[in-house]
């Protein structure tokens, strides 16, 4: 039970410094706490460095939605780029792998669709603003983002997705091949269905926004300690931290916004997780860049049957994968990238690879595909906010709104019971 106050005065550390953490960071501070933000790494090093860059209303849609059960049998033969397992980690949490699968009933998807729209709402409506409080609007694109079909069979039996965006009233095109073709010239003709999401953005560097972000937090006062946090333990009046280096660090309360690495972390502290590791790699590419027959993309595109995504950058294009579910940090493997890449040749012409090899990101996965946001169980100083799988991006500044609500003991802007942390979060001790 934690002990609502307001955040004057309050002394605050964030543990984590990707989106979710540095939008924490921005929230306590701009509701008057002295907030530290920790990182390891620089901000916008981890998971919400290397992501697809989509901030999307049509992402309140879940992975494990009533469909993923049809299809679950070509998912299983561990040959997409859209889905790939080890076996062997599988197995060593099917405790989290077949609640992920019961949540993909009706109830529990539509309840999931209600809570992640509403927050997806939020969250978009703060970075707008955000953005433009830190003059990165000219990152952002609001061109919407791309489904991509490549026969009309499967496209027809994506009813599910259209209906339910409908129902939530997501602006959304049904595109035919020439109405594609209209938007999208320099992809191949090999898609004869597309729904466009018009009600989304896109930024083009999502590292670069989270350091932003990070640097409006600094300007006005905030702090950035660059340091791995061994554990921490609290007492009556507030929360001791330990760093690397043995040195100490105290705050009035904090919040664990570790993305994946929050579940061994909480393992320190008597909680146990259940959480799955929604692995995924990206690629840059040059683009085709040959004077008047440069080939352009002007929005992100998801090609469903192919399983990737191809994200307009300032590097260049990044390719970025489906599911590939493995330990945290076991080594990274080179054949989902290999495939998508396959894939995405046939879709759009690329140039040369720009990397040295795939970057691996983690997308921290609970059942309900829902995030964590709230008291730690049983502790009354401790927060948490991670789990974001997908939508980590696009729901840091609307998680951070509900998590500084909780704990200044207001009313969330939203419903925050579909994200409380004891879904999935065990005390042991
Ligand atoms: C391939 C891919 C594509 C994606 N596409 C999208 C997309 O288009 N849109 C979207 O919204 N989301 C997308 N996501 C998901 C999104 O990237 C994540 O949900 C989001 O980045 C999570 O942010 P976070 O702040 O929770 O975690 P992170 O960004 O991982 O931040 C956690 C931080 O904790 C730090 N840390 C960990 N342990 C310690 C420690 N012991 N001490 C100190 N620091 C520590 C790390 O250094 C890191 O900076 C994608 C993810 C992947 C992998």
């Known amino acids: ?25 921005l ?21 919400s460095y290397g992501n697809a860059g989509v901030f999307a209303r049509s992402s309140l849609f879940p992975i494990n939605n009533p469909g993923l059960l049809v299809d679950l049998p070509g998912l299983l033969t561990n040959t ?32 999931t669709t209600v809570a992640l729209d509403a927050l997806i709402r939020l969250s978009i409506r703060k970075h707008l603003e955000l953005i433009d409080a830190c003059n990165e609007s000219a990152r952002l694109s609001d061109a919407g983002w791309m489904f ?4 009309i069979g499967r496209y027809e039996r994506a009813g599910l997705l259209r209906t339910t965006l409908g129902n939530f009233d997501v602006d959304t095109q049904e595109l035919d091949g020439t109405a594609l073709h209209d938007l999208e010239p320099d992809l191949a003709p090999i898609f004869p269905r597309a729904l466009w999401v018009r009600d989304s953005y896109s930024v083009n560097d999502p590292a670069a926004l989270v350091k932003a972000y990070a640097a409006k937090f600094t300007a006005q006062g905030g702090k950035v300690l ?29 919040a664990v916004c570790l993305g994946p690495w929050s579940k061994d972390f909480l393992a320190k502290l008597k909680m146990s997780v259940t959480m799955g590791f929604e692995r995924g790699y990206h690629m840059h590419f040059e683009g085709a860049q040959d004077g008047a027959n440069a080939k352009i993309l002007r929005r992100p595109i998801y090609d469903t049957q192919g399983g990737y995504v191809l994200s307009p950058m300032t590097k260049g294009l990044r390719l970025s994968t489906g599911v590939e579910l493995a330990a ?4 990274g ?14 879709a759009f012409t690329l140039g040369e690879r720009m990397d040295p090899e795939p970057w691996l990101g983690r997308r921290p996965t609970f059942p309900d595909s829902r995030p964590a946001i709230g008291p730690a169980p049983t502790y009354r100083h401790i927060s948490v906010a991670f789990g974001h799988q997908h939508i980590g991006l696009a729901t840091g500044t609307g998680t951070a709104d509900v ?10 802007a939203i419903d925050a019971l579909p994200f409380r942390p004891d879904r999935f979060i065990r005390h042991f001790g």
């Open 403 to 412: 998590l500084a609500d909780l704990i200044e003991g207001k009313t969330p």
């Open 226 to 254: 660059r340091s791995d946090v061994r554990t921490v333990s609290e007492d009556l009046d507030g929360v001791e931290i330990v760093l690397a280096d043995g040195s100490l660090l105290k705050a009035d309360k904090i």
């Open 328 to 331: 945290c940090d076991a080594p």
């Open 80 to 111: 997409r780029a859209a889905f790939r397992y080890d076996l062997k980690y599988l197995l060593s949490n099917l405790a989290w792998a077949s609640r992920f699968l019961l949540s993909a009933r009706k109830k529990t998807f539509q309840e």
């Open 333 to 346: 493997s080179t054949a989902q990238i290999d495939l998508a890449e396959k894939a995405a040749r046939e």
């Open 27 to 47: 929230e306590m501070q701009k509701r008057g706490a002295e907030v530290i933000l920790l990182d390891r790494d620089d901000p916008g090093g981890g998971t």
């Open 148 to 151: 991509l079909y490549r026969d």
């Open 1 to 25: 039970m934690q002990v609502p106050r307001s955040a004057k005065g309050l002394k605050f550390v964030v543990l984590g410094g990707g989106m979710v953490g540095v939008c924490v960071a």
